[in-house]
């Protein structure tokens, strides 16, 4: 292969976008980060989406121009459930609905008086959190019908991206079944759910997977992004699951704790054996990447917010406290947090204890402020050894990967309260 030749990664989290230049033997030859902002409008809480095509294109130019390299594929990865209605043109009708944003709780309410929620859990895999994709639909269908009825087709955030690249309409399998919306035992769409809230199903078909090239970056996105003309445009996909991918492991013997916004706790089955009580522990089933092989099967999470908790509970007790120097002091803090306790179900419903509010007791005004930030990783730590529970799975270890992989205290913490061997990626 040509000296230089390399994958540019575009991963669009909640807190960072960041555009990563990776070896073809796996190696980083350079990374660049902007924060992910999320725009209000009205109605309530959008991702502002050309605005982050900006902060990629202009992240993309910087990388390229200080690192002599030859770009061959460009690859999207977001969170999931996020989508938009789209024109012929790609054009959005709508701005993308935030899975911050709680406008869709009324949706959520009105599907637990009038669907049985567990049959749909069944077929889904998707725990009904107000943010699925399938509670924004029916919010578009009630408040802006005349949205729906004029979309070419709906895209999910990855592949709005992809679109702008290369031109091409496409819907990927495992943001699809962030959805709430695809039988897993089929792979299919489940057209009488469309029909439950009254709305049009515009998903391209068929599905493709991740790492299917799906076109070529034209001359127009060539310009605003750096990216050479034809570089190949490959289909990405929800990030978690693809973190599946990235941790190395064969996930049916170890589980993945992916951090992030979310800590969402990971492992791999080959048999799709739902049951109606996982959906009340906020057990999620997905489609893994791949059809065969080690990263085939079915990704299952214990779905619990992460980094978000820590960075709440750091901004409030320690604001003007650097990351490093505020966990440093957490190390000379004895375990127990001097009483304190964090419960971190910052977002309600969420965690595998959804019912528990996210509380911070056992504080005394004068203490010092690594005390409490302390107990938020603990806090964690427990919230993870009861999704280790609820997963009903054997782990013989733990790997940690995204941003708690640079924290070797939570690394410690997390193997002194789940008893295994935690690994840092």
Same mark, same amino acid.
């Given at each position: 292969?040509?000296?230089?030749?390399?994958?540019?990664?575009?991963?669009?989290?909640?807190?960072?976008?960041?555009?990563?230049?990776?070896?073809?033997?796996?190696?980083?030859?350079?990374?660049?980060?902007?924060?992910?902002?999320?725009?209000?409008?009205?109605?309530?809480?959008?991702?502002?989406?050309?605005?982050?095509?900006?902060?990629?294109?202009?992240?993309?130019?910087?990388?390229? /121009?200080?690192?002599?390299?030859?770009?061959?594929?460009?690859?999207?990865?977001?969170?999931?459930?996020?989508?938009?209605?789209?024109d012929a043109q790609g054009r959005l009708l709508y701005p993308v609905i935030s899975w911050k944003c709680t406008r869709t709780r009324e949706q959520l309410n009105w599907a637990e008086e009038n669907?049985?929620?567990?049959?749909?859990?069944?077929?889904?895999?998707?725990?009904?959190?107000?943010?699925?994709?399938?509670?924004?639909?029916?919010?578009?269908?009630?408040?802006?019908?005349?949205?729906?009825?004029?979309?070419?087709?709906?895209?999910?955030?990855?592949?709005?991206?992809?679109?702008?690249?290369?031109?091409?309409?496409?819907?990927?399998?495992?943001?699809?079944?962030?959805?709430?919306?695809?039988?897993?035992?089929?792979?299919?769409?489940?057209?009488?759910?469309?029909? /439950?809230?009254?709305?049009?199903?515009?998903?391209?078909?068929?599905?493709?997977?991740?790492?299917?090239?799906?076109?070529?970056?034209?001359?127009?996105?060539?310009?605003?992004?750096?990216?050479?003309?034809?570089?190949?445009?490959?289909?990405?996909?929800?990030?978690?699951?693809? =973190?599946?991918?990235?941790?190395?492991?064969?996930?049916?013997?170890?589980?993945?704790?992916?951090?992030?916004?979310?800590?969402?706790?990971?492992?791999?089955?080959?048999?799709?054996?739902?049951?109606?009580?996982?959906?009340?522990?906020?057990?999620?089933?997905?489609?893994?990447?791949?059809?065969?092989?080690?990263?085939?099967?079915?990704?299952?999470?214990?779905?619990?917010?992460?980094?978000?908790?820590?960075?709440?509970?750091?901004? /409030?007790?320690?604001?003007?406290?650097?990351?490093?120097?505020?966990?440093?002091?957490?190390?000379?803090?004895?375990?127990?947090?001097?009483?304190?306790?964090?419960?971190?179900?910052?977002?309600?419903?969420?965690?595998?204890?959804?019912? =528990?509010?996210?509380?911070?007791?056992?504080?005394?005004?004068?203490?010092?402020?690594?005390?409490?930030?302390?107990?938020a990783l603990e806090g964690l730590a427990f919230q993870t050894l009861d999704a280790l529970s609820a997963l009903q799975f054997r782990a013989d270890s733990i790997l940690i990967g995204g941003g708690?992989?640079?924290?070797?205290?939570?690394?410690?913490?997390? /193997?002194?309260?789940?008893?295994?061997?935690?690994?840092?990626?």
């Amino acid at each position: 292969m040509p000296k230089g030749e390399c994958f540019v990664v575009w991963d669009c989290g909640a807190t960072n976008m960041t555009v990563s230049l990776l070896s073809v033997d796996g190696r980083f030859l350079g990374t660049r980060s902007h924060p992910t902002r999320v725009g209000r409008r009205r109605e309530g809480l959008i991702w502002p989406f050309e605005q982050m095509w900006e902060s990629f294109s202009e992240l993309t130019r910087g990388l390229l /121009a200080e690192t002599p390299v030859a770009p061959i594929a460009v690859v999207v990865s977001t969170f999931g459930v996020c989508w938009a209605p789209v024109d012929a043109q790609g054009r959005l009708l709508y701005p993308v609905i935030s899975w911050k944003c709680t406008r869709t709780r009324e949706q959520l309410n009105w599907a637990e008086e009038n669907l049985d929620l567990y049959q749909m859990y069944l077929q889904t895999g998707a725990a009904p959190f107000y943010f699925n994709t399938v509670f924004s639909m029916a919010w578009m269908q009630q408040h802006h019908p005349e949205v729906l009825e004029k979309a070419h087709t709906y895209l999910f955030m990855p592949q709005l991206f992809t679109h702008r690249l290369s031109g091409a309409f496409c819907v990927e399998r495992t943001m699809a079944t962030t959805a709430m919306l695809v039988d897993l035992n089929t792979g299919r769409w489940i057209s009488e759910i469309f029909d /439950a809230f009254g709305m049009p199903n515009k998903f391209p078909e068929p599905m493709i997977g991740p790492g299917d090239v799906v076109g070529e970056v034209t001359e127009d996105a060539a310009m605003q992004t750096g990216l050479p003309e034809g570089t190949k445009v490959v289909a990405g996909g929800h990030d978690t699951v693809l =973190a599946t991918a990235g941790s190395g492991r064969d996930l049916r013997t170890t589980a993945l704790y992916s951090t992030g916004t979310w800590g969402l706790l990971v492992v791999t089955r080959d048999e799709y054996t739902p049951v109606a009580k996982d959906m009340d522990r906020n057990i999620v089933w997905q489609l893994n990447p791949h059809t065969e092989g080690i990263l085939s099967g079915y990704n299952t999470q214990g779905h619990m917010i992460g980094g978000l908790s820590f960075d709440l509970v750091r901004k /409030a007790f320690a604001p003007r406290i650097k990351v490093a120097e505020i966990t440093e002091r957490c190390a000379k803090v004895a375990p127990g947090s001097e009483g304190v306790i964090v419960i971190p179900t910052f977002v309600k419903g969420t965690g595998p204890t959804p019912k =528990a509010p996210g509380s911070i007791i056992g504080y005394e005004s004068g203490m010092a402020p690594e005390v409490p930030v302390r107990a938020a990783l603990e806090g964690l730590a427990f919230q993870t050894l009861d999704a280790l529970s609820a997963l009903q799975f054997r782990a013989d270890s733990i790997l940690i990967g995204g941003g708690f992989a640079k924290n070797h205290l939570f690394g410690e913490i997390l /193997a002194n309260v789940t008893g295994r061997d935690v690994e840092l990626a």
